[in-house]
């Protein structure tokens, strides 16, 4: 299962990134679908979770306030949208879907949860 991740770039500090992420049907639809992230010489970190109709949401720290996880199920896409952008921001940033969760899963931060990823796209912020 390949998920696509796009709108990776450079945008300037303080400026706007929405990145998106596309699945196959049934692995989107079926799933809750979460944004991580890895900065040079960093761990992967979590960032942003959506349940399966995009109801609840959850963010890591750094970005609450921030950022704003959504899908879109008719198009099979999922949306980070971050606002405020920092330096620290800069990292690749990967979406993932977890196809086990059920409708009243809620969206988890713990990366094991999610069983396929995207290829990695690169966000780049500049002072």
């Known amino acids: 299962v390949q998920l696509q991740a796009f709108g990776g770039g450079s945008v300037q500090g303080g400026g706007s990134l929405r990145l998106s992420c596309a699945a196959p049907?049934?692995?989107?639809?079926?799933?809750?679908i979460a944004w991580f992230r890895q900065a040079p010489g960093k761990e992967r970190e979590f960032v942003a979770a959506?349940?399966?109709?995009?109801?609840?949401?959850l963010y890591a720290d750094s970005v609450k306030g921030r950022a704003t996880i959504s899908r879109d199920n008719s198009k099979r896409t999922a949306f980070l949208q971050m606002n405020s952008a920092k330096s620290e921001d800069t990292a690749v940033y990967y979406c993932?879907?977890?196809?086990?969760?059920?409708?009243?899963?809620?969206?988890?931060?713990?990366?094991?949860?999610?069983?396929?990823w995207g290829q990695g796209i690169q966000v780049t912020v500049s002072s």
């Open positions: 959506v349940n399966r109709n995009g109801g609840r949401t």
């Open positions: 049907g049934r692995v989107f639809s079926h799933g809750n």
């Open positions: 993932a879907v977890d196809t086990r969760a059920i409708l009243s899963s809620p969206p988890r931060s713990d990366p094991a949860y999610y069983h396929y």
